[in-house]
C-alpha cells in the first residue's frame, strides 16, 4: 500500500523563502547599478556625480537572464568643452550586452552657463525662464531701462532657435517693435534676433527632439536611434553595421 505523503509549508518558511529571494534581487540589482553607473561616468568623465536605477520588479534577477528592462542614468556636473551641465537619461530594452531598444537624453545647460555663453551684444543679460518663455533680463538703453525679454525657443535637426516674443518693462508686458520703436532702441531688436544656434556635429543615430526652459536650466532632449543603442559586439551592431554610429550618444 503507498501511502501519501503530503507536504506543509508553514508561512513562515514561506517568508523567508520570499524574504531570501527579494535580498537576492536587491543584492544583483546593487551590483547591476553600480556596473552601468561606472560604465556612464567612464563615457561622461570621472568628474561627473553619476546615478543609476533599474526600474523594471525584479530587474536584478533578470540580469541573470540576460535582460535588465528600463535604466535611468542622472548626471551632474557632466563637462564638454569648457561648459557644464546635468544628464537625465532613459534607455529602455537594456540587455547585458550593453545593448538597447530605445532610448532618449535630456541634457541641462545651467542659466549661468548659458550666460558666460550670450553673444557679445548681449552680455551682461542674465537668462532665466518665467515658467513657459527663455528670459534675458537687464538694462537697455542709455537710460538703463529695465527689461526682461521673452523668448520662445524651438529645436530642429540643425540645433536651436530663440525668438523674441514680446518684452516686459516695469511690470507691465509690450510687442518687442513697441519698445525698440523708440529712439536708439533699433540696435537692441538686431542684437535680439532670432538666433539659431548649432550644436555641431552629433554622433550618428542622435537628434535633437526638443528644448525648453526649465526651472534648471535649458533642457535639450536627444532621441537615440536603434543602431546607437546597439552593442558594438552584437551581430548588426555599429562594429558590423555600415550605417551605424559609433555607439557614443555624446550626451
Known amino acids: 500500500m503507498r501511502i501519501r505523503r503530503t507536504v506543509l509549508i508553514p508561512a513562515a518558511a514561506l517568508a523567508t523563502v520570499l ?18 553607473a561606472e560604465e556612464a561616468r567612464s563615457r561622461l568623465g570621472a568628474n561627473a556625480d553619476v546615478h543609476a536605477e533599474l526600474t523594471d520588479p525584479l530587474a536584478g534577477l533578470k540580469t541573470l537572464t540576460g535582460q535588465v528592462g528600463t535604466v535611468r542614468i542622472n548626471a ?4 564638454h568643452e569648457g561648459t557644464s551641465f546635468a544628464v537625465d537619461a532613459a534607455l529602455h530594452g537594456v540587455s547585458t550586452d550593453g545593448s538597447a531598444t530605445s532610448g532618449s537624453a535630456t541634457v541641462t545647460v545651467g542659466y549661468d552657463e ?14 532665466g525662464t518665467d515658467g513657459s518663455h527663455l528670459t534675458l533680463s537687464g538694462t537697455v538703453g542709455g537710460l538703463g531701462i529695465p527689461v526682461s525679454v521673452l523668448n520662445k525657443v524651438s529645436a530642429d535637426p540643425d540645433g536651436l532657435t530663440v525668438t523674441p516674443d514680446s518684452v516686459r518693462v516695469m511690470g507691465q508686458r509690450m510687442k518687442l517693435d513697441t519698445l ?15 538666433r539659431t544656434v548649432g550644436l555641431g556635429q552629433l554622433p550618428e543615430g542622435v537628434r535633437l527632439t526638443d528644448a525648453k526652459p526649465s526651472d534648471d536650466g535649458l533642457a535639450l532632449t536627444f532621441r537615440f536611434s536603434p543602431d546607437v543603442l546597439r552593442a558594438a559586439d552584437a551581430p548588426g551592431g555599429p562594429s558590423g553595421n555600415a550605417s551605424g554610429g559609433s555607439g557614443d550618444t555624446g550626451a
Open 76 to 79: 551632474d556636473g557632466v563637462r
Open 114 to 127: 548659458l550666460a558666460e555663453r550670450l553673444p557679445k551684444p548681449l552680455r551682461g543679460m542674465k537668462p
Open 180 to 194: 525698440t520703436s523708440l529712439p536708439g532702441m533699433e540696435q537692441f531688436a538686431d542684437d535680439l534676433g532670432p
Open 19 to 36: 524574504t531570501a529571494g527579494g535580498g537576492a534581487n536587491a543584492f544583483v540589482e546593487h551590483k547591476a547599478q553600480e556596473r552601468v
